[in-house]
């Protein structure tokens, strides 16, 4: 199995920033949408597979919850969308290298944070409430992790975000790292499990999970935006600065000065 060199995957990420600043509207919407539904889908899976363990081992049905949580990414990077907190990394760096600017960064964070909400609220919704699949059996485990989620002060979410987007944006950077389909689910898997099986707080996650138990009649809209809002920013700040800029810095930057001087 071939390993691309992290300063190829800073190349990668680059373009791949570049590309994603320039989809389409209509595209952007759409492949928001799936990935906001591909990462509920995960957290719905999750929930399912951590309720059919004992009470007694309830440590070890959450590893398990855990461990197949990444389908949401790997459906995402694999299958394809467009993902706010892998964004959060990638259009960034592309903005570090002066390759877009701002305002394209602006833009697209907008349209996929709507896209991937809409996403996150049709599966709570339609297969979370009307088919009580995060209700009946499963909603003290729904309720349990919504609630612990929503009851963080802002200080506490923010930095909670910037630890699960650091790892959230590795598993996509791990993901450059092969041009095979095993090496990618491979390098996805253990950083998203590793976030989950933590508790970290991912602003996706939560479009889904906090709405799942309004539906099910706890909670309020305002808990939501309090801690969407302190998670999102987060997020932002692990993967914008502790991966993008962490890496443009050590190996982006360099070659554009190493670039200009030839």
């Given at each position: 199995m071939s390993v691309i060199a992290p300063s190829?995957?800073?190349?990668l990420v680059i373009e791949a920033g570049v590309k994603k600043a320039h989809l389409p509207t209509r595209a952007t919407l759409i492949l928001g949408f799936l990935a906001g539904a591909f990462i509920s889908l995960g957290f719905l899976l999750a929930i399912h597979v951590s309720t059919m363990i004992p009470a007694q081992w309830a440590s070890f049905g959450n590893l398990l919850g855990a461990a197949v949580f990444p389908i949401g990414l790997i459906l995402v990077i694999l299958a394809?969308?467009?993902l706010l907190t892998g964004n959060m990394m990638s259009l960034p760096l592309a903005m570090f290298a002066r390759r877009i600017g701002l305002g394209a960064v602006a833009r697209n964070w907008l349209l996929v944070t709507f896209a991937n909400l809409m996403g996150a609220l049709f599966v709570a919704w339609c297969f979370g409430h009307l088919l009580g699949?995060?209700?009946?059996?499963?909603?003290?485990?729904?309720?349990?992790?919504?609630?612990?989620?929503a009851s963080a002060d802002f200080v506490h979410a923010f930095v909670s975000g910037i630890g699960c987007n650091w790892l959230v944006c590795l598993a996509v950077w791990l993901s450059y790292a092969s041009r095979e389909m095993s090496g990618k689910i491979l390098g996805i898997?253990?950083?998203?499990?590793?976030f989950?099986?933590?508790?970290?707080?991912?602003?996706?996650?939560?479009?889904?999970?906090l709405p799942a138990a309004?539906?099910?009649g706890y909670l309020d809209w305002a808990q939501v935006a309090h801690n969407l809002l302190a998670v999102f920013l987060g997020n932002a700040v692990g993967?914008?600065?502790f991966v993008g800029l962490a890496y443009y810095v050590s190996y982006g930057e360099p070659a554009a000065k190493q670039?200009?001087?030839q």
């Open positions: 190829q995957i800073t190349e394809g969308g467009e699949l995060t209700e009946g059996p499963y909603l003290g485990k729904i309720l349990a992790a919504a609630t612990s989620k898997w253990f950083p998203i499990m590793a989950v099986a933590i508790g970290f707080q991912h602003v996706v996650a939560n479009m889904f999970l309004i539906f099910a993967g914008a600065i670039q200009a001087v």
